[in-house]
């Protein structure tokens, strides 16, 4: 597995909506390079013969009938908004992207 | 969201055409009318107050267990097969995660790279240039099951709240309606015709899906949207399809989002084409990105540079299990597909006997449904087209709307068309004395016959009005009936015309006629 570079910690915290200062990208650089040696541990495991899994049940078409069920009222919804308006919860604008 | 900058150079149509080949990939979100949401049982009546079809599963509260609406996966395969697609035999959904504000849980379900249809196709009909139409067959790549996304309504720095900061109120409701996203394969081969292409495309696959009955289609409400891809390579040779212009190699796409009619699809695309040929034939290079389509300029502009599909870190969904339609049910979901809509028009004009002029008319006024109905009620094929194409259509035209809503709006219906076409047909009104009911019908005053009634309107059948009415003309003018007597019957016209007077146009001119000979032979 090759190694974490700094543009990939910026980028993803980028992606994240995390903002780190020049330093804390540095800890992270190193911090993050330690989780990911030993979460490759992982990829130790003799699986030549096992199938890959994404579900632990063996289960297919799970579905439920098109049909309304009670759901929250807009107080309700918007009881733990930090910040509302006109019934809508308001959040920080994120900028160039529509 | 992007600054306007000044407009974009731009190469007149013909000669980037001439210069370059156009390749287009489609992709279409439709949002399905099922009563409920994806994933949960929220309703999805469009309008609603804001955040009150809300539960905790489309809003992402921690703990909350999504479960696939039935009907949706229904109607998605009903979608592949109409599509001519292979249904697979187990798919995943798959999470699409990335930070915004419209999506509550911060991931969108979607399906990855195990979509619910694959590899079909749709065939539309384009026009060959030579006046006829020939059909353009379309391949498809995929169409797959996901979720929408909520509202946004940005608050611009300029009113002051907030300490002037800019921010956006979301609305919820629409966060998890079922959607489908039906992507084309790149499509080559269509040379200058690809707006055309795109727009017929786009028509095809609303009137199928309208067909299906899977959604309301409005795409001026936003149930279905269209995002274009446009690149261009040089050409090479006289044929779009010739193997020397296949033989090319991509040019660098861009992805032009809110395209929301089908005069944009066709105008979008073509305002991409002249872009991108005037910065190649500058020798410059296509920046692959997202553009902003703007309605009102004809334009698009810069959006954001496009993520890679490496950054929504898309992973199967563990809270759902695998749909895995069984082959019997994809069976019997085959058998509930409707016509295809190009051969029930193809049937229909061949019953009604239209001419391929007549018909197109007769499609581009969104009349087909409305003439199948009133000919249903009783009306012939040419009087129900007669009058859905005049009036009606000219003022839904100077409404700016569809007939079809035009006419719905005034609770104007096929059984009234079909009730005034019987009204002329058993000899009660004229032509001339049709339009006037017509008229009081759509001013909302009544049924046809009620209308004829209340203005008194009625050809009169009792002979003994008319017969005196020939005689007092024949004897004021002595002159013109001798010249009839001696044989010069066209002098007949001017009693006619003097006969319709007295009964004031409630009469039958052929009737008139027959009258004022039989008396002067």
């Given amino acids: 597995m090759s190694s974490l570079s700094r543009e990939d910690v910026a980028h993803l915290a980028g992606l994240a909506r995390i903002d780190l200062s020049d330093a804390e990208l540095d800890k992270m650089v190193g911090e993050l390079a330690v989780i990911l040696e030993s979460v490759a541990k992982v990829q130790q495991a003799p699986i030549a013969d096992v199938a890959p899994m994404s579900h632990p049940m063996p289960l297919t078409n799970v579905t439920r009938p098109d049909v309304v069920r009670p759901g929250l009222t807009p107080d309700e919804a918007l009881s733990g908004a930090p910040e509302q308006e006109l019934g809508r919860f308001a959040v920080p604008r994120i900028l160039d992207e529509d | ?521």
């Fill in chain 2, 1 to 521: 969201m992007a600054v306007t900058s000044a407009a974009d150079r731009v190469l007149d149509y013909d000669e980037a055409v001439a210069k370059f080949d156009p390749v287009m990939g489609l992709e279409v979100h439709v949002e399905l009318h099922t009563a409920t949401k994806m994933f949960c049982g929220c309703p999805t009546t469009f309008g609603a107050e804001p955040n009150s079809q809300v539960c905790p599963v489309c809003l992402g509260l921690p703990g909350a267990l999504p479960v696939v609406n039935e009907k949706a996966v229904e109607s998605a395969v009903r979608i592949g097969l109409a599509l001519n697609c292979e249904i697979a035999e187990w798919c995943r959904f798959a999470r699409k995660n990335y930070f915004y504000p419209d999506m509550p849980k911060n991931f969108q379900t979607s399906q990855y790279d195990e979509p619910i249809a694959f590899n079909g196709y749709l065939d539309v009909e384009v026009e060959d240039g030579s006046g006829g139409t020939e059909i353009f067959r379309v391949e498809i790549e995929r169409a797959h099951m996901e979720e929408d996304t909520g509202k946004s309504l940005h608050v611009g720095g300029s009113t002051g709240r907030i300490h002037g900061a800019e921010y956006s109120l979301v609305d919820y409701n629409r966060a998890g309606i079922p959607l489908i996203e039906i992507v084309t394969k790149p499509i080559v081969g269509a040379g200058e015709r690809a707006p055309e292409v795109a727009k017929a495309y786009v028509s095809a696959l609303r009137d199928l899906l309208r067909a299906l009955d899977v959604s309301d289609v409005k795409m001026e409400q936003g149930s279905m949207r269209c995002d274009a891809n446009v690149s261009l390579r040089v050409r090479a040779g006289d044929d779009p399809r010739g193997d020397a212009q296949l033989a090319v190699p991509f040019g660098t796409r861009t992805e032009t989002k809110n395209v929301n009619s089908l005069r944009s699809v066709e105008r979008a695309v073509r305002y991409e084409m002249s872009r991108q040929a005037a910065i190649l034939d500058e020798g410059g290079t296509i920046l692959q990105e997202t553009r902003h389509w703007h309605e009102d300029t004809g334009m698009t502009t810069s959006g954001r540079v496009k993520s890679d599909a490496d950054d929504y870190r898309y992973f199967p969904e563990p809270d759902l299990v695998p749909v895995a339609p069984t082959r019997e049910t994809v069976d019997e979901l085959r058998g509930t597909l409707p016509e295809p809509p190009g051969l029930r028009r193809k049937r229909l004009q061949s019953e009604w006997g239209f001419s391929d002029l007549e018909m197109r008319d007769v499609v581009n006024a969104r009349a087909v449904e409305l003439i199948e109905e009133t000919v249903a009620a009783g009306a012939g094929a040419a009087a129900a087209k007669k009058w859905w194409l005049g009036e009606p259509s000219r003022r839904a035209n100077a409404e700016g709307q569809d007939l079809v809503s035009y006419a719905a709006g005034l609770g104007f219906a096929p059984a009234h068309v079909a009730e005034l076409d019987r009204l002329v047909t058993s000899g009660r009104l004229n032509d001339s004395m049709a339009r006037q009911v017509l008229d009081g019908v759509l001013a909302g005053e009544g049924t046809p016959t009620e209308v004829a009634d209340a203005r008194g309107l009625e050809l009169v059948q009792d002979d003994s009005a008319l017969e005196a009415a020939v005689d007092r003309v024949i004897d004021a003018n002595p002159d013109i009936a001798e010249k009839i007597r001696g044989g010069k019957v066209q002098a007949a016209g001017a009693l006619i015309g003097q006969v319709m007077k007295e009964m004031k146009g409630q009469a039958d001119a052929g009737k008139v006629r027959a009258l004022i000979l039989a008396r002067l032979s």
